[in-house]
DNA sequence: CAAACCAATCTGGTTAACCAATTTGAGTAA
DNA sequence: TTACTCAAATTGGTTAACCAGATTGGTTTG
């Protein structure tokens, strides 16, 4: 799911071809929504397979939503058939690490919404927490100092103002490799610092006017002097 | 069922409390990025918890990409700083379970970005594909069965198409979620299904001639009429 | 005969002991 | 002094034993 490293792809090997044995019992056995599954020691017996690697492949099914485990009762088929679990079983298989441009183009879609919502739900504790961000952020850059990491907050903060959980989520879930993958190309110290101030405030301005257009327009022109210095990456 | 809601949140809570203990660590200690953590026998020692709960603890925020196990040496910390950490974290300890509001709009949001994607990166694999997808679902709606597992399954195929790995993702970790409480509400036994079936052919067609507006658009009008049942849940 | 009950059994979760790879630092040789 | 060696200690991962609570099926009781 993450930057992994070749002892954990190992891992990866065989937790993927124990997903796909449960699958295969799944089909055979004829499990269908809120039927119980054997039981991990079963399991762990039948694959051949230690009970603790047969747990992660549990938790990782229950993180997609296909299985729910009870304590003491039991591991259950989720509400979803058969169809759909062969599906996202099939395609969770095949996840592939995400690459950085896949994770730019998300971060800007996410962006772009996230402050739209942000304008429209946007409470005053919310502007509070964006304004400390920013002024943070500014001080930073204007010492000189590298600010990326203030630079991020500020945008989660505008993800938290946009109501919206699940984005909320996944803001954080791409945020971390971003980071990291910019330090590594030294994106942030190309003396772009300083126009980002300006841009930065002008959509929180935009915010805190309530404007959607105008804050996606000003989140449109960031991104754009931001990410000219991506594409020879 | 109260009972189970209750022991995971209970769980839910102890984890919540070994991270924040462990942010509070790393602020005391002053670890910057590429430090080691104490180890986990330690670290549940001090915490007064198993360390089975510390490790839980750990993979939840390598998960979020903010610390990283290495086997036979230590659990290291991230290549974010210290602020970036502790706003991170304080985020994840805040995180609530996503409504079906926040779903339904992230889902229309990555939809109509990744059938945009598919009409112009799709390959003729990918188009095969959509179409089995597609021609399963037309059978079992014209057979009068229910077929919101196929339909979410030609979704998924789309996401895909689009070529996106993180979007492909994230539309994995919120189908099943979706799926439920589709079915919970009964969203899709109101005789939309065979107005669904002409709608998502013009899709798919659109995405075979690489038209991404004519996609998006077409995406647009699918949702339209999908979504009107939804605003009274 | 049906409902209530209870103990044997089965379950996921927890704990503790164990393993192999990695660090580390004192000792040694150049 | 410096570079190298190697074994002891430390580490995350793994395994197996254990726990408390849920399930279940036969028995009892009204």
């Known amino acids: 799911m993450k930057i992994e490293i070749?002892?954990?792809?190992e891992n990866q090997e065989i937790q993927?071809?124990?997903?796909s044995k449960i699958r295969d019992l799944m089909n055979y056995k004829n499990l269908e929504p809120g039927d119980k599954l054997p039981s991990e020691r079963m399991l762990s017996e039948k694959f051949g397979v230690s009970r603790s690697n047969v747990r992660e492949a549990i938790h990782k099914?229950?993180?997609?939503?296909?299985?729910k485990s009870k304590p003491q009762s039991g591991t259950f088929v989720a509400d979803i058939g058969q169809v759909a679990m062969n599906g996202m079983i099939e395609d969770i298989?095949?996840?592939?690490?995400?690459?950085?441009?896949?994770?730019?183009?998300?971060?800007?879609l996410l962006e772009l919404k996230t402050v739209r919502l942000a304008a429209q739900r946007r409470t005053e504790q919310d502007l509070i927490q964006m304004k400390m961000a920013l002024e943070a952020y500014s001080e930073k850059v204007k010492a000189g100092q590298d600010a990326v990491q203030e630079d991020l907050l500020f945008h989660l903060a505008i993800a938290k103002a946009s109501g919206n959980s699940t984005m909320n989520t996944f803001m954080l879930i791409i945020t971390p490799e971003i980071i990291t993958k910019f330090e590594e190309h030294h994106v942030c110290d190309k003396g772009l610092a300083f126009t980002g101030i300006q841009e930065h405030w002008d959509i929180f301005d935009a915010i805190k006017a309530?404007?959607?257009q105008l804050a996606k327009q000003k989140m449109k022109t960031h991104f754009k002097t931001l990410y000219q210095y991506c594409y020879n990456i």
Chains 1, 2 share one sequence.
């Open 61 to 67: 099914l229950e993180f997609y939503g296909l299985l």
């Open 16 to 19: 993927n071809e124990i997903i």
């Open 6 to 9: 070749l002892t954990r792809n």
């Open 210 to 212: 309530q404007d959607p």
């Open 93 to 108: 298989l095949r996840l592939e690490d995400p690459d950085f441009k896949s994770l730019v183009e998300t971060r800007i």
